[in-house]
């Protein structure tokens, strides 16, 4: 049975806007929580070429409700001319984290 929490993924050039997109997201609670995982490689077609960059990826746990919201933002404050924004379904997990969730992002 699928939730109402989705799992955003976003890649950043750098730790640091990373750091601020994170740090935005949650004070304003688009986000419950954000993981930064620094050292990703990205292998990528751009300009009709094939690019590889080193990016920090996003991984960030919010609602369905605050999509929309989440997204506009990350458009505004990302460095990107196009940036990565991933919505993935929450299918089940643990209740109590779940509802954490929802607390957090103003869902309930």
Known sequence: MATDAL???CTC???ESAQRIAH???ASRLAACVNLLPG???VYRWDDAVQTAEET???VKTGRACYAALEETLRAIHPY???EIVALPVEQGLAGYLDWIRQCTNLS
């Open 24 to 26: 935005q997201l949650v």
């Open 40 to 42: 990703l490689t990205s």
């Open 81 to 83: 001319e196009l940036p």
């Open 57 to 59: 990826l996003l991984l």
């Open 13 to 15: 050039p750098d730790v």
């Open 7 to 9: 799992l955003v993924l």
